[in-house]
């Protein structure tokens, strides 16, 4: 059903009947919006231009119908807990005019193709955005329907064949904002660094003495960090990663533990960006040569975000990773990390015991940061010292006396831990033990009546008692001291929005020594939602060991691991590969994420 088509034009009233006769709203529904639109677009309008004097261009400035409707959030008719977004009224509005519905997805989207077709003022004032170019015809995203006069007016002017789809407005404007400023920074300041000589190549190493740094305080290349960092935040990306090639400079995001190419900018540009990150983190800009670590606090969203920053001299350049440490995924309930309910109701009780160690183990990536500042979160009370030990600081807590490694001047965790006593600690945490002296005052913190919190690098909680035998930790104070091991993963959850069944094959149940019998699983085919990869977010795997009688009495210089397996089995232990099993099952995620997370 179209809307109106004498009309050409899409208002709050017409949108809205659609919407009813979609059967997406109630008639008592269509009745009440009706009545309460002209007042809601006058709130929206003022929303919008508070403090916004700067807006010039009319598509962006104006509030869209359908923004008016979903501002509402009324419940879709007949499906409760679904709300009525626009991204749902651009579905409906797409097919009801014919035009195929594009949800944007910023990952797939090329710069070059956004910013080079059309200009911005026109793109904003029209809200349109070139998405795809393909064989000489170039796929336009446009917010109206009925402005085909627009699209026309652009293929004259550009000799272009252009196919339309319908995107929301929100989706449109973000994508302009972004890359059309991040574009427009970038052009700007590589016209500036243009007659710079690019030093950073391997081969030239040498030559850096004496070099003055491009200033990384320049206007442009401020805008284009600050549009790179948005755009990592507005991607929930955990890691930035700026990477020197040979003739171009590579930035890309790593999201939900995988990476993905966002951005290629002109070689030149790359010193005067990774310049600027330095400045911010306050690392030493002449230092080319060297490793250096810094941090940068910044807020998004109303909310403070702490970025650690690495720089390392490679092949072409200096390489930049920024870890994004999100508070709102660094501090989580523990009951909402994904512990099963016997896991978690031995993991609170090593946490709440008064004195001994509690280790988490896993590779890097693994989660053990987020385990370990959640747990000394649910235990910090104005009752309770919490000191932590870290190489470096991952974020910076108001409720922890956070000391930070500096091996440079001799700070480092054993001469910390040496010291650490005597400023009255009930609880201990330790970034990592990394070597014999960390183990062993890690061990006589526990001894003398400390509860501490540390991490170790092992595969799985049984192999960390062998770790702590190497660093030469006697078996009898691995017995006296250890509470429990957390190993942990963490693995992609399936996207619920292209959530599907399968049956798990012969082969597949074989590998993971399944018995033989029909199982159920589920997979995501990709959709919009998780840019189609099936996948969205992240739950974590906790294989928890506690340290009963029966695992004591296998802790000697010579043990076996099996032997440890099998007496925590007799206690309840799960393993990893089991409890990654079970995850599957349940349609948490899928068998190669199992496959992958576990081997």
Same mark, same amino acid.
């Given at each position: 059903?179209?809307?109106?088509?004498?009309?050409?034009?899409?208002?709050?009233?017409?949108? %809205?009947?659609? &919407?009813?006769?979609?059967?997406?709203?109630?008639?008592s529904?269509?009745?009440?919006?009706?009545?309460?639109?002209?007042? !809601?677009?006058?709130?929206?309008?003022? !929303?919008?231009?508070?403090?916004?004097?700067?807006?010039?261009?009319?598509?962006?400035?104006?509030?869209?119908?359908?923004?008016?409707?979903? %501002?509402?959030?009324?419940?879709?008719?007949?499906?409760?807990?679904?709300?009525?977004?626009?991204?749902?009224?651009?579905? *409906?509005?797409?097919?009801?005019?014919?035009?195929?519905?594009?949800?944007?997805?910023?990952?797939?989207?090329?710069?070059?193709?956004?910013?080079?077709?059309? $200009?911005?003022?026109?793109?904003?004032?029209?809200?349109?955005?070139?998405?795809?170019?393909?064989?000489?015809?170039?796929?336009?995203?446009?917010?109206?329907?009925?402005?085909?006069?627009?699209?026309?007016?652009?293929?004259?002017?550009?000799?272009?064949?252009?196919?339309?789809?319908?995107?929301?407005?929100?989706?449109?404007?973000?994508?302009?904002?972004?890359?059309?400023?991040?574009?427009?920074?970038?052009?700007?300041?590589? *016209?500036e660094?243009?007659?710079?000589?690019?030093?950073?190549?391997?081969?030239?190493?040498f030559?850096?003495?004496?070099?003055?740094?491009?200033? @990384?305080?320049?206007?442009?290349?401020?805008?284009?960090?600050?549009?790179?960092?948005?755009y990592?935040?507005? +991607?929930?990306?955990?890691?930035?990663?700026?990477?020197?090639?040979?003739?171009?400079s590579?930035?890309?995001?790593?999201?939900?533990?995988? &990476?993905?190419?966002?951005?290629?900018? $002109?070689?030149?540009l790359?010193?005067?960006?990774?310049?600027?990150?330095?400045?911010?983190s306050?690392?030493?800009?002449?230092?080319?040569?060297?490793? !250096?670590?810094?941090?940068?606090?910044?807020?998004?969203?109303?909310?403070?975000?702490?970025?650690?920053v690495?720089?390392? $001299?490679?092949?072409?350049?200096?390489?930049?990773?920024?870890?994004?440490?999100?508070p709102d995924?660094?501090? +989580?309930?523990?009951?909402?990390? @994904?512990?099963?309910?016997?896991?978690?109701t031995?993991?609170?009780?090593?946490?709440?015991?008064?004195?001994?160690?509690?280790?988490?183990?896993?590779?890097?990536?693994?989660g053990?940061?987020?385990?370990?500042?959640?747990?000394?979160?649910?235990?910090?009370?104005?009752?309770?010292?919490?000191?932590?030990?870290?190489? $470096?600081?991952?974020?910076?807590?108001?409720?922890?006396? +956070?000391?930070?490694?500096?091996?440079?001047?001799?700070?480092?965790?054993?001469?910390?831990?040496?010291?650490?006593?005597?400023?009255?600690?009930?609880?201990?945490?330790?970034?990592?033990?990394?070597?014999?002296e960390t183990?062993?005052?890690?061990? +006589?913190?526990?001894?003398?009546?400390?509860?501490?919190?540390?991490?170790?690098?092992?595969?799985?909680s049984?192999?960390?008692?062998?770790?702590?035998?190497?660093?030469?930790v006697?078996?009898?104070l691995?017995?006296?001291?250890?509470?429990?091991?957390?190993?942990?993963?963490?693995?992609?959850?399936? /996207?619920?929005?292209?959530?599907k069944?399968?049956?798990?094959?012969?082969?597949? /149940?074989?590998?993971? !020594? &399944?018995?033989?019998?029909?199982?159920?699983?589920?997979?995501?085919?990709?959709?919009?939602? /998780?840019?189609?990869?099936?996948?969205?977010?992240?739950?974590?795997?906790?294989?928890?060991?506690?340290?009963d009688?029966?695992?004591?009495?296998l802790?000697?210089?010579?043990?076996?691991?099996?032997?440890?397996?099998?007496?925590?089995?007799?206690?309840?232990?799960?393993?990893?590969?089991?409890?990654?099993?079970?995850k599957?099952?349940?349609?948490v995620?899928?068998?190669?994420?199992?496959?992958?997370?576990? @081997?």
């Open positions: 059903m179209r809307i109106m088509p004498e009309s050409k034009k899409l208002t709050f009233e017409n949108l %809205s009947h659609l &919407m009813e006769r979609r059967g997406l709203l109630s008639q529904q269509l009745k009440d919006v009706l009545a309460r639109g002209k007042a !809601q677009e006058s709130r929206l309008f003022s !929303q919008l231009y508070s403090g916004a004097s700067r807006r010039t261009h009319s598509g962006a400035d104006l509030v869209s119908p359908a923004e008016i409707l979903a %501002s509402f959030n009324l419940e879709i008719h007949g499906l409760q807990g679904n709300l009525l977004t626009e991204d749902v009224i651009t579905v *409906a509005l797409a097919s009801a005019t014919g035009l195929p519905y594009f949800k944007i997805d910023p990952l797939k989207l090329d710069l070059h193709v956004v910013t080079d077709h059309i $200009p911005r003022p026109f793109a904003l004032k029209n809200l349109i955005v070139a998405i795809e170019e393909s064989n000489s015809v170039i796929t336009v995203a446009v917010a109206d329907p009925f402005n085909e006069a627009i699209v026309n007016e652009l293929a004259s002017a550009r000799r272009l064949e252009i196919r339309r789809v319908l995107s929301s407005k929100s989706d449109i404007l973000k994508i302009l904002r972004e890359f059309y400023g991040f574009r427009a920074s970038v052009v700007a300041a590589e *016209a660094a243009s007659t710079t000589t690019d030093l950073g190549n391997l081969e030239q190493f030559k850096l003495k004496g070099h003055q740094d491009i200033d @990384g305080t320049d206007k442009h290349v401020v805008s284009a960090v600050d549009f790179l960092l948005n990592a935040f507005d +991607q929930h990306a955990s890691d930035i990663h700026i990477e020197p090639k040979r003739e171009t590579l930035i890309r995001f790593r999201i939900d533990g995988v &990476m993905h190419n966002i951005h290629v900018i $002109p070689k030149p790359h010193a005067p960006i990774v310049s600027r990150i330095k400045l911010l306050r690392m030493d800009l002449a230092e080319k040569r060297r490793p !250096q670590d810094g941090r940068i606090k910044t807020n998004f969203n109303s909310k403070d975000i702490e970025l650690r690495s720089t390392v $001299p490679v092949a072409f350049g200096e390489k930049v990773v920024i870890r994004v440490f999100d995924i660094l501090l +989580q309930d523990l009951d909402t990390m @994904g512990f099963y309910p016997r896991e978690l031995l993991y609170n009780s090593f946490i709440r015991r008064p004195n001994g160690i509690i280790l988490v183990t896993g590779p890097t990536g693994s053990k940061t987020t385990t370990l500042y959640s747990s000394l979160r649910s235990l910090s009370s104005p009752e309770v010292n919490i000191v932590t030990v870290e190489d $470096p600081i991952e974020m910076v807590m108001e409720e922890f006396n +956070q000391i930070g490694v500096q091996q440079g001047i001799g700070v480092s965790f054993d001469s910390i831990l040496r010291n650490i006593l005597r400023q009255d600690p009930d609880i201990i945490m330790i970034g990592e033990i990394r070597d014999r183990a062993e005052n890690a061990v +006589q913190a526990a001894l003398t009546g400390h509860l501490v919190l540390s991490t170790l690098h092992t595969n799985d049984a192999s960390t008692i062998i770790r702590l035998l190497d660093l030469g006697p078996p009898f691995i017995s006296a001291t250890v509470l429990g091991i957390v190993a942990q993963r963490l693995v992609r959850k399936i /996207c619920p929005h292209c959530k069944v399968r049956n798990l094959s012969r082969d597949e /149940c074989a590998y993971l !020594q &399944m018995p033989k019998k029909t199982y159920v699983v589920w997979e995501g085919a990709g959709c919009k939602e /998780c840019r189609g990869t099936g996948y969205k977010g992240r739950s974590g795997l906790f294989e928890v060991m506690s340290m009688d029966g695992v004591k009495s802790i000697k210089v010579s043990v076996e691991l099996k032997e440890v397996a099998l007496a925590a089995r007799k206690e309840g232990f799960i393993t990893l590969r089991e409890i990654a099993i079970n599957m099952l349940e349609g995620t899928t068998y190669e994420e199992v496959v992958s997370m576990t @081997g």
